[in-house]
């Protein structure tokens, strides 16, 4: 948790002033920890390098709209962004490497989708003991529609050789001081989906600055770090990428651990496709109700599998009834579910959504702690005050 007095030290003077679109408008005491109201009701996780985070009241469209979708920056993001000028390299492992720019891309079949993005780490925060990094809430999530070339069209053009088995992106954000630059990469077998592109458009426009224009990776149903934002290079490679994006960070220890044991990185994997998971959008945590008829809804999304239930609670986790799904759905986007019910009389309630997917995968009562709070999917409770 930070305190104020802390928070305000780190963001005092720059910061502050290079994302004057993001005023201070609300806090907590000072023993609370720290949310702060941005623009358009965004949380700002941090100010250093833009971190904002949905609202979860937000999540009751099936298409996030571009102000509300969180913002998830490692470094500082370009300072030009003249899609005219900008290029798209593509070398490593290939009969020709080959230079495309916006017009180019523009050529090639354009493919759209609407995807499920969500930052491995949200809900870090929720975990206990807390551990470094973002201490994102519930909102590092969001769904869009993303449209652009596919990645493999881009490929076959350059011709990947046969030895090519991973596929590396770069983007063009500014790399701070000693801190390596954000490369990743992808197994060639993702690379070359149908699914896979180079998105150039997101909800029907431009992509906006924050979320990667003129371009990004969109590898859909994985980990939101898979899609590499402001994208200048695409490098075919003959092994996985070295670097500390892939190692250590994003990785999952593969056998659960304790809070205080180390995990050699031979005893760890890296991320790849999203858990199932729900988010309870309303009621709000900690509202008071004025009717015992209660309208509870939400989200629920599983990655590269499909959302098959989404059960409530509204007694704890005691019981459980499934809800009902939206009509709207897409593989890799989650389903908007709603659940109607009576409260039998005024009261404090637990409400709880659990959803399950179409790999018999289901949502864990508790966090499975890990030394980087990834991949947090557990049962979130939301408590509610009736009075009729
Ligand atoms: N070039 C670049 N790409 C990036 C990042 C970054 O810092 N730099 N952050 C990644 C992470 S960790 C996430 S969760 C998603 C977030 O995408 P968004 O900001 O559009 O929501 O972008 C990914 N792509
Ligand atoms: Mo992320």
Not at 102 to 116: C, D, P, W, Y
Not at 132 to 147: N, S
Not at 345 to 373: F, H, I
Request: charged share 20%.
């Amino acid at each position: 948790m930070t305190s104020r007095r802390g928070f305000l030290k780190a963001v005092s003077g720059a910061a502050v002033a290079a994302y004057a679109g993001y005023p201070l408008r609300a806090r907590a005491a000072d023993d609370q920890p720290l949310v702060v109201a941005g623009k358009d009701g965004m949380i700002v996780r941090s100010y250093r390098f833009l971190d904002l985070e949905t609202p979860v009241e937000y999540f009751n469209n099936w298409i996030t709209p571009a102000p509300h979708f969180f913002v998830r920056n490692h470094m500082h993001e370009p300072t030009t962004f003249d899609s005219q000028a900008w290029t798209l390299r593509i070398r490593g492992e290939v009969e020709k490497p080959l230079t495309l720019n916006m017009a180019g891309l523009r050529k090639l079949e354009k493919h759209s989708l609407v995807n499920t993005l969500e930052c491995a780490g949200n809900g870090r925060g929720l975990q206990n003991p807390r551990v470094p990094g973002v201490q994102w809430g519930r909102g590092a999530v969001g769904t869009a529609r993303f449209a652009g070339p596919r990645l493999r069209d881009l490929l076959e053009q350059a011709g990947v050789k046969p030895g090519g088995k991973h596929v590396s992106f770069r983007g063009l954000d500014e790399v701070p001081g000693e801190v390596p630059p954000f490369i990743r990469s992808i197994p060639i077998e993702k690379a070359l989906d149908a699914d896979t592109i180079v998105a150039l458009e997101m909800n029907g426009a431009p992509l906006p600055k924050h979320n990667g224009f003129p371009a990004r990776v969109l590898v859909p149903g994985w980990i939101g770090a898979a899609s590499c934002k402001w994208l200048s290079e695409i490098s075919v490679l003959e092994k996985e990428f070295e670097g500390n994006y892939m190692n250590p960070g994003y990785r999952m220890p593969n056998q659960p651990v304790k809070p205080a044991e180390t995990v050699k990185s031979e005893d760890t994997h890296p991320l790849t496709a999203l858990n199932v998971k729900s988010l309870i959008s309303s009621p709000g945590d900690g509202s008071t109700l004025k009717s015992r008829t209660v309208h509870v809804q939400g989200v629920a999304w599983a990655g590269e599998a499909d959302v098959t239930v989404v059960e409530i609670s509204v007694d704890g986790g005691a019981t459980w009834q499934p809800g009902e799904l939206g009509h709207d759905q897409a593989r890799y986007a989650w389903r908007l579910w709603s659940y109607q019910w009576k409260a039998p009389k005024d009261g404090e309630y637990v409400l709880m959504s659990r959803a399950t997917d179409s790999q018999a995968r289901t949502q864990p009562p508790q966090p499975v702690w890990n030394p980087s709070g990834y991949l947090n999917n557990a049962i979130d409770p939301v408590r509610i005050h009736v009075q009729s």
